[in-house]
Every structure is written in C-alpha cells, then in structure tokens.
T-cell receptor, first 114, second 112 residues
Framework: QQQVKQSPQSLIVQKGGISIINCAYE??????FPWYQQFPGKGPALLIA?????SEKKEGRFTISFNKSAKQFSLHIMDSQPGDSATYFC?????????????FGEGTQLTVNP | GAGVSQTPSNKVTEKGKYVELRCDPI?????LYWYRQSLGQGPEFLIY????????DSGLPNDRFFAVRPEGSVSTLKIQRTERGDSAVYLC??????????FGPGTRLTVL
C-alpha cells in the first residue's frame, strides 16, 4: 500500500521558472512532512519540513503548502536554477519523536534548463 | 563534523552469498535507521535502532535480513543467501531522538 503518492514523476522547468511537486498521503496519523533533495550518488538531504498546524512554510526559494483536509502538500521552488536539478522526495512520519520512520513518495526528477 | 559514512560504497556479490554493510552514524546520534532504495523509487524503511536495541524492525523483508548495533554507534546490516532482488542502494540515517534524519551516501549492492 502506497501511503504517500507523489507527482509528477519528472518535471522540466526553465531557469527562473516555478517548480511545483505534489504529494498526497493516506494515514491521518502522519504529522511531520519533510521534503528531501537527492543528487546522483548521494543520500537524501533534508530541504524543508512542515507540521500540519500551519498551512505554509517558506525558506528562501522553497515553500511548502499544506492542506490538512485534503491530505495533500506541495513543494514550490521559486526562481528555479540549474543547480536545483535533482530528485525530490516528499515524506511523512508519525511525529518527530523517537522512532519516527519516514515513509517516502516515489520521487520527482527535476531538470532546470539554463 | 563528519556526516554519516557507509562502507563499502559499492558491493558486488553472487547469488547465495552473505554480505555485511556498515554504517557509521554522526557522533552523538542515538537513533539510527536503515532504508533500502530501489532504482527510481523512494527509500523504504527497514529497521530503526534507539541505542543498541532494534526498536522497530518491521520493515525487514524476511529473515535473511538482520542488523546489529552492539555498542550503540556503528551498525551492520547483514544479508544472508543474497538474491538478485536484493540489489538496491542501502541507506543509513542517524539523528538525535526526534530530530532530523541525516543520510549517508549509501551502499550500492549488486547481486549477480
């Protein structure tokens, strides 16, 4: 059972454009939603995370929008740059407490053309 | 200030062989996780350690997989009688309790 569904599978954006990646979850017990960025040959690295008590969180060019009633959340990358080209994973866990195993989406391969 | 390290970076083995994959967590991190990432997929949880004990091993696919963390620091993931379907990147992550998980670069396992 896929508990976190991510779309699109791949995304091509021009430099300076906005990249949008969407995720939907099923388990209402999830209450911590991070986004990870992964470059080839590297492990995933935390980009930004949100809890369901807020609807939006912004850090620099990266924004998470969260819709608790729809059980959906999305990542927006403003002013996308070629260096942002990577695979992005949304994830969810049951709280940021001990034992918070992450359930990942399938990933989105982002390409930002110069 | 070293991050999570994993060795070897690549491992090629034959079907039926035994392999060990090592993870050195960030110093002071008491929580340690193992995930498996198949090509084109997101990481899938395998096992979680808090200190020396496996607090959650529900993600291990079968009894050929086993992991230890005898001194609460380094962990070893052990796979017996490897199968071609075990081929994947095995990722290790560590954190403070309740903290952000920091991932290592992974071990790419290929079973021929």
């Amino acid at each position: 059972q896929q508990q976190v569904k991510q779309s699109p599978q791949s995304l091509i954006v021009q430099k300076g454009g906005i990249s949008i990646i969407n995720c939907a979850y099923e388990n209402t017990a999830f209450d911590y939603f991070p986004w990870y960025q992964q470059f080839p040959g590297k492990g995933p690295a935390l980009l930004i995370a949100i809890r369901p008590d807020v609807s939006e969180k912004k850090e620099g060019r990266f924004t998470i929008s969260f819709n608790k009633s729809a059980k959906q959340f999305s990542l927006h990358i403003m002013d996308s740059q070629p260096g942002d080209s990577a695979t992005y994973f949304c994830a969810a866990s049951k709280g940021e407490t001990s034992g918070s195993r992450l359930t990942f989406g399938e990933g989105t391969q982002l390409t930002v053309n110069p | 200030g070293a991050g999570v390290s994993q060795t070897p970076s690549n491992k090629v083995t034959e079907k039926g062989k035994y392999v060990e994959l090592r993870c050195d967590p960030i110093s002071g991190h008491t929580a340690l996780y193992w995930y498996r990432q198949s090509l084109g997929q997101g990481p899938e949880f395998l096992i979680y350690f808090q200190g020396t004990g496996a607090a959650d091993d529900s993600g291990l696919p079968n009894d050929r997989f086993f992991a230890v963390r005898p001194e609460g620091s380094v962990s070893t993931l052990k796979i017996q009688r490897t199968e071609r379907g075990d081929s994947a990147v095995y990722l290790c992550a560590s954190s403070f309790p309740g903290g952000t998980q920091y991932f290592g670069p992974g071990t790419r396992l290929t079973v021929l």
